[in-house]
């Protein structure tokens, strides 16, 4: 990561939240608890799956990979969004910033790919129930998880390669609480708008095709569910329903923060923080502790870990 000569910018300024001491206070305490919220919920899905056999199918194995992510994702902006919140000078190195755009987009590639996995795996459970052991097989589960890691550095090395050797030599406000491709970009100091256009466009066409192929899949699988069953009609619907909702808040500020053309500072800082600490929360309640395989090994899990403390 050489900088040119001409490049005189060595970090960056990031905007803070909040002016206000108060308002310091409570973002402090509500980003915290979503933060220790997102670590214990994804680490304790993780370690649920991983240490049951029970839990050893495709649709649990694409969870705990989403977990991981999801606890990945918030790491890249969330712990230094509570740090700044109280310091007075919220910069940040050239190379950190840089280090934090590469993760953003490789863990929201990843994860991206992993919500049509899992929508791919609901629908072979619900459209193809007789198929389903032998098209999501332990390889294909395999399989999906490592299509999303490729896509997800494929995506962030593509988008890397355009502004790593930009010159940067004049103001060096993000205009953010966090580093990302759009607003760097604006700061080189070359005309850029072709760059600016093929860096947003690739995320924009990322977040923007993957909603659309999701809701569709989504809108599919309902309507089969409603030709097959009208017994299951209404558990299959709520089950589907959670997911789309998912859906929406994940890509929604996506498509906002890199498809919409008229930027409002206040309007992104929320859908960022929205994707960066909301969703991740999300995900494990939605997805994975409203189910029942899942609330029944967490229960055997919780006793086991109660009567070996009794016995100590
Ligand atoms: C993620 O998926 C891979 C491939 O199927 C699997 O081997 C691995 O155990 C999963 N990770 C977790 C944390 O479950």
């Not at 960056?12 to 979503?34: A, H, I, R």
């Amino acid at each position: 990561m050489d900088q040119t000569n001409s490049s005189v910018v060595t970090e960056f300024v990031l905007v803070g939240l909040t002016q206000s001491l108060g308002m310091q206070f409570l973002l402090f305490l509500l980003f915290s608890t979503f933060y220790v919220g997102i670590i214990l919920g994804n680490l304790f899905i993780v370690f649920t799956v991983i240490s049951d056999s029970h839990l050893h199918s495709p649709m649990y194995i694409l969870l705990a990979n989403l977990s991981l992510i999801d606890l990945g994702l918030s790491s890249t902006t969330v712990p230094r969004m509570i740090s700044d919140l109280f310091s007075d000078c919220k910069t940040i190195s050239f190379h950190n910033c840089m280090i934090q755009m590469f993760f953003i987009h490789v863990t929201g590639g990843v994860e991206m790919v992993l919500l049509i996995a899992i929508a791919y795996d609901r629908y072979t459970a619900i459209c193809k129930p007789l198929h389903y052991l032998t098209i999501m097989n332990p390889q294909m589960c395999m399989l999906l998880v490592v299509a999303a890691w490729i896509t997800g550095v494929t995506h962030a090395v593509f988008q890397f390669a355009f502004v790593i050797n930009l010159p940067f030599c004049g103001p060096n406000n993000v205009g953010s609480f966090y580093c990302d491709f759009p607003r760097v970009i604006k700061l080189a100091c070359i005309d850029n708008y072709g760059l600016e256009f093929v860096v947003t466009a690739n995320s924009g066409f990322l977040s923007t095709g993957t909603f659309f192929l999701l809701v569709v899949s989504y809108i599919f699988i309902l309507v089969t569910v409603r030709q097959h069953s009208s017994k299951d009609l209404s558990k299959a619907f709520f089950t589907l329903s959670t997911h789309i909702t998912v859906v929406f808040l994940f890509f929604l500020p996506c498509m906002f923060l890199y498809v919409w053309p008229f930027p409002t500072k206040s309007l992104d800082t929320f859908l960022a923080i929205v994707d960066f600490a909301v969703t991740p929360v999300l995900n494990p309640a939605i997805y994975t502790l409203r189910n029942r395989d899942m609330k029944v090994e967490m229960r055997r899990l919780s006793r086991q870990v109660i009567s070996s403390r009794e016995m100590t």
